[in-house]
């Protein structure tokens, strides 16, 4: 038991340490670039996105040559941190659309907040692991589970959501000494890919990707056991004057967009 925790530590501070890194890099690049430099859009965007979104990206890039779009992933809470502290972005998409109306109040959004999708959560588990998972939340409380990852509720939407799920099945205070805590919804479902956690509660949309989907089996939590994870975005100030942003903007509600997000299991706006 001490030596999984002591490589869950390790593992943690590695991956931080990494994804500061990686981080400070491409806002230092980001920074050199003109705001008004037309053809490039510079997000960021929550975890639960590494996959659907690097597809909407190709897509809007298929349909405007010339145009390009970087993303950098990580926890909403933190993303709001640095966009407040004036990391170069030109748009947000947040896992929990509160972030983007505090922008927009502050006077660092130049749009109105609109959201892009409903997210799901789910229990998650490798199939090495030969644990039922269609047991759900009660699975958690199987003796053979000795660690549970979750998303930091501090700064990450997709932890809050793990943390009150727990609490409405009443068993947070019971397992509270298993959590271990990612720094966003990617890294909580690595540290169960490698076997640093048993079973994790993890965004539906990264379940789905097909990375994950061959290696793990999934329990879609009711959404009765949680609030709405209603997830937004925002055109920054550093936007204005780009038409490349204003065209991925209008691109996020498209068809073609929408699509993409359905086949990652969020619920779409107004459906």
Avoid: C
Avoid at 52 to 73: H, L, Q
Avoid at 109 to 116: D, R
Avoid at 226 to 242: D, E, R, T
Wanted: zero cysteines; hydrophobic letters at 45%.
């Amino acid at each position: 038991m001490r030596n999984s925790i002591n490589y869950i530590t390790k593992l943690k501070k590695s991956m931080k340490k990494i994804t500061q890194l990686i981080t400070a890099v491409v806002i230092a690049l980001l920074s050199t670039t003109s705001p008004l430099f037309a053809g490039q859009v510079t997000i960021t965007a929550a975890s639960d996105l590494q996959y659907a979104m690097k597809d909407i990206i190709a897509a809007f890039e298929s349909k405007n040559p010339g145009d390009t779009v970087a993303a950098v992933y990580g926890s909403s809470g933190k993303a709001f941190s640095q966009i407040e502290n004036g990391a170069p972005y030109d748009m947000f998409f947040s896992a929990d659309i509160s972030y983007p109306e505090k922008l927009k109040q502050s006077g660092m959004a130049i749009s109105e907040p609109k959201p892009y999708a409903i997210g799901r959560i789910t229990v998650w588990v490798t199939k090495a692991s030969g644990l039922d998972v269609s047991k759900g939340i009660a699975l958690l409380s199987d003796p053979k589970i000795k660690t549970i990852a979750i998303a930091n509720p501090e700064h990450a939407p997709y932890g809050r959501i793990a943390k009150e799920v727990l609490e409405h099945e009443k068993v947070y205070e019971k397992l509270k000494s298993k959590l271990v805590l990612g720094e966003n919804i990617q890294q909580t479902a690595q540290f169960v890919q490698t076997g640093a956690a048993d079973a994790g509660i993890i965004a539906y949309s990264l379940v789905l990707a097909p990375a994950l989907a061959k290696e793990g089996n999934y329990y879609l939590i009711p959404t009765t056991a949680h609030q709405p994870i209603v997830q937004g975005y925002v055109l920054l100030k550093q936007a204005a004057g780009n038409a490349a942003a204003a065209k991925f903007e209008q691109f996020i509600a498209s068809p073609a967009a929408r699509a993409i997000f359905k086949k990652y299991g969020f619920i779409l706006p107004n459906e």
